[in-house]
């Protein structure tokens, strides 16, 4: 536990350690605590460049059907299918992971089953990874997928 | 200097850092349906290469769609850049830093806030305009 604490020190805000003497730092020590806390900055901040970017190709739009199409090309492309799977993946659970957060913070008995939470919160965003990977990746392997066709 | 980390127990005596803690999770129990259907229309049901000019003419010709993604808009840019803010507050010390960041943090909102709106409020519907699935 020791090494982890050690190794991660780095991603422990530095404002916290003024209040170490309060106990505030018990879910610090390389627990699912830890990791958890860690997971959902990193796909929280993840998230948000990637929203940045959308917003700048979504402003496209109003330069005309084909400069908008060129900009949309590019999700098509494997690279950026991969990082859509990353971004999909990342707001599994950081969605997921919320509403662990606000279950701990607005049930009483939430902090005591955080540990049981945490291993479910990283079920189901693998559960609802994998179908949806699935439909992402699939048109690079020629999978069918059926969502070739118009829709909403 | 009161912080909201965001997690954990909530900041007591009003004022802007316990509604920054409410905030982040009213907007988050909107957040969770909103961007899972915008990742479930735009990446499992329709293809992403055809989310294309015709098919999001054909969706804002409805203002459900933009009454939608406006909402979307203005909750994820405002959940995440509340985030980022306080990823600054626990990480940048000096005080210059500090305030240079925050300062940047708060332009970067409402220009991204801008140009999200601007796009949504004045782009004209034409159907049948341009492919409807766009592959290199």
Redesign the interface.
Known sequence: MGIFAGTFYIFR????LKYRSLG?EI?YKGQSGMWS?LF??IS??G??LF??IH??D??L??F???V???G??L???VIV?II?LAL?GG??YH?FN??R??I??FWPKGARYQGMMFATVMVLTIVCFLP?AY??IG?VFGWP?G?????? | MRISTGYGSRPAGGGFETFSWYFFRVSAVALIFLVIIHLLLNHVTTDVSCTSYQLVSIRYSNPFWRLYDWLLLTLALLHGMNGLRIVIDDYVRSRGWRLTLQSANGLLTLVFFLLGTITLITFQAVANVGPHCVIH
């Open positions: 805000p530095v404002s916290r505030s879910m806390w959902h900055r929280g901040l998230i948000l929203l940045l917003l700048v979504i402003s739009l109003n005309g059907p084909n908008y199409n060129e949309i090309s999700f098509g492309t299918r859509s999909i707001v599994l969605a919320g509403v957060i606000m701990i913070d949806m439909y992402v048109p997928t969502n070739m066709v118009g829709g909403i």
